[in-house]
Structure formats: C-alpha cells, structure tokens
C-alpha cells in the first residue's frame, strides 16, 4: 500500500497526454500554442530533450503538421497538439498523412466553437470533423479518454496504433479533461505495450513503400537509411510514382480503408456500466461520460433499469456493439457538448429499431448528472 501511495502522482490530463507520448516512444512534437492544449507543448518542450527528442514551436499549424509529417518520415514518432481552429488549419496535412501513410498523432484538445468561439469553455463539437475533417475518402482512428489515467494510457494506445496502421491517429480531448486534475498511478518501467513501425525485410533495390503485407500495412523504410523513395499526396502506385489509371485508384483508396476495417477487434475499444439488464442506455463519451456515470447510479437507486456505454474508440465508430444494444434496450440517450452530432450515429447504427434522444448543451458547460438523470427518467 505505501507504494503504492509513493507512486501515486496528481496529474492534469493534458500533463498526462505529454507522459503518456514520452512513454510510447514519441521523440519530435511540432505545435504552436493555442487555448486549452498548451500545457501539451509547454511540458513536452522540457521533458523531449530531456529523452533526446526535439521540440519545435512552429510559425502556425499548417507547418506544424508539415513539420510531423516530415519527421515521422525520418523515423521520429511524431505528435503536435492544438484545438479549435488550429485543428482545422492542420486538416490538409492530415489529408496528406492518410494518403501517404504516414504515422503521426494529433491531439486536439475541444474548445467551445464555431470559430474562436469561447477558448476556455468545454464542447464536443469536433466530433465529425475529426472524422470527415479532410477531403477525400481516407481513413481514420480517433480516440477519446475520460479521465486522467485514461488520457495517458491513449496517449500510449494512439502512438502504437499510429505505427502498427501507418495512419494519423486523432486523440479527441475536451477541455475538462485536459484541464481537470486526478491522483493516477502510472504503469512502471516495462510494463508498458509499445509498438514500432514494421521495417523492411528487403534490401533498398527491392523495395516498394506501398506494396502492402498480408494485414494491408507496407512496411516502412526510414529516410536516411538508404532506402530512397517518392512521397506524395496523389493517387500513387507500389513504388509511390503518382498514377491516373482507375484501378490503381481504387485498389489505393479501398486498401487504405481495409486495413483499419479489417483489424476493428484491435482497434475498437468501449467500455460498459450495467447494460446486460438496461432498458434504457446513456451513450456518452469524453467528460460527459463522468457525469452520465452517476445519473445512471442514480437512476439505479430509483429503481429504473439504466446503463452506460461508452464509446472509446469514436472512429471507427463502434457499429457492432451499438446495433446490439438496440436489439435489448427500448431507449438510447446520447448526452454530448453538441448538437448532437454522435447522436445522427446512432441513429444511423440502430436503424430505428429503438428510440434515439439526446441532451445537448452548447452553452460551455458541461452536463450535469441531473440533465441526464431528468433525460432517463423521462423515457425510463
């Protein structure tokens, strides 16, 4: 027990995103300091050098996802945190990275919007930009903690999943979370599960950058390391030679999709409360998922049947367990600092086999266990 008191840290979650990114292996953060995710770059410029990474405060944030890029193509894990309207800005870089493959995680830390909006308020209005935010069919992971430990332990599961896929990878934050403080016990030294970027098994002659193994990922070869290739955002073929011809074009794009599609049992993560016997279930992530928590708790103590999903891998969005919940439960809530914008997911997955609702705040706020609890006992 004492030891486990003298490891015990008061942590904020944006202290534990830059622990967690430390911890995976990340060596080059490129950022430019914007409002809640600062303490991101703040703490990740003292502690990379500390470890032999580098830090680089960029001029904005279209260079400082150029900067990701390039580094994670030198062989660096590579991250920069933003929110907001740097989370836009970064979107044609994102692009980029999809299409070429490149691994790299982007942290985005919600603030109240459209625009600048409130920069200290809490939402989660990002949700289907982090999706769709990018032109273009491309694939995506995104991720979204709940509380301080959970903030590292995705720091460390977005770096992994970002070298294993050659995808970006989006950790989705909110304020709350970023700026709340918890007591957290961190792995120790080696228990940690970090993974690197698959190499070639070639000699460089051999070598094609694009030409997938049996699980859809290529491996990827280092700049530097004499293996010379071409890099680009258009359609290319093996060799990564742009190319125009139909078929190339949607073997590229169906097999960039396939290779997160294929592996969903591995990246697709939720956690559940009380579900098994629930007739009324709270879909809710992010901050909100605390406070769906307890008036599910609560909702309990009165006698009514609720429970909670929550989805922690947003994108891909969890088709398969959400349409099992609908076959059991004659009500879904979805409470999100949104309009609703999980809740048309939803939606979309049940298929109007139960009744979808929401509780929706844009007020930058977050939502309280009684506005949920008054949601529950409405439908309960």
């Not at 990878?169 to 030294?189: C, K, N, Q, S, T």
């Not at 742009?242 to 294929?262: A, F």
């Not at 959400?322 to 939803?346: C, D, F, K, S």
Request: hydrophobic fraction near 40%; glycine fraction near 8%; aromatic fraction near 6%.
């Amino acid at each position: 027990m004492s030891e486990i008191i003298e490891m015990a840290r008061l942590m904020q979650g944006n202290e534990a995103v830059a622990e967690g990114a430390v911890a995976a292996g990340i060596r080059f953060f490129a950022g430019y300091p914007i409002t809640p995710s600062t303490e991101v770059a703040e703490i990740l410029a003292e502690r990379l050098p500390e470890v032999g990474g580098k830090f680089i405060q960029m001029e904005d944030e279209i260079a400082s996802m150029a900067a990701v890029i390039g580094a994670s193509l030198a062989g660096l894990k590579s991250l920069t945190a933003t929110s907001g309207p740097g989370f836009s800005l970064k979107q044609e870089n994102i692009g980029f990275a999809a299409m070429a493959e490149i691994p790299c995680v982007i942290v985005n830390v919600q603030r109240s919007g459209p625009s600048t909006g409130v920069p200290t308020a809490p939402a989660q209005g990002d949700v289907m930009q982090a999706r769709w935010g990018t032109h273009g069919d491309h694939p995506v992971i995104v991720l979204t903690p709940s509380s301080v430990r959970e903030a590292y332990d995705l720091a460390v599961r977005s770096v992994n999943l970002a070298e294993r896929y050659r995808v970006p990878v989006i950790l989705l934050m909110d304020e709350v979370i970023g700026h709340m403080r918890e007591r957290v016990v961190l792995p120790a030294p080696g228990e940690l599960k970090v993974i690197d970027r698959k190499k070639p098994a070639v000699p460089p002659e051999h070598y094609y950058p694009y030409r997938a193994d049996a699980d859809g990922v290529p491996p990827m070869a280092n700049f530097g390391e004499g293996y010379r290739y071409h890099v680009t955002g258009l359609v290319h073929d093996e060799n990564g030679t742009p190319v125009t011809n139909s078929q190339v074009t949607e073997q590229l794009i169906l097999r960039l999709h396939r290779k997160i599609e294929d592996h969903l049992d591995d990246i697709v993560i939720t956690d559940r409360m009380q579900t098994e016997d629930a007739d009324v279930v709270v879909v809710a992530y992010g901050s909100v998922a605390r406070s769906a928590k307890r008036a599910v708790k609560e909702a309990r103590a009165s006698g009514i049947k609720a429970g909670l999903f929550r989805p922690v891998t947003l994108w891909p969005f969890p088709e398969r367990e959400v349409a099992a919940l609908a076959e059991r439960v004659h009500t879904i809530i979805v409470p999100e600092m949104n309009l609703g914008q999980l809740r048309y997911e939803v939606e979309r997955v049940t298929r109007g086999k139960v009744r979808v609702t929401g509780v929706n705040r844009v007020h930058g706020e977050l939502i309280t266990p009684t506005e949920i609890l008054a949601a529950i006992k409405e439908v309960g």
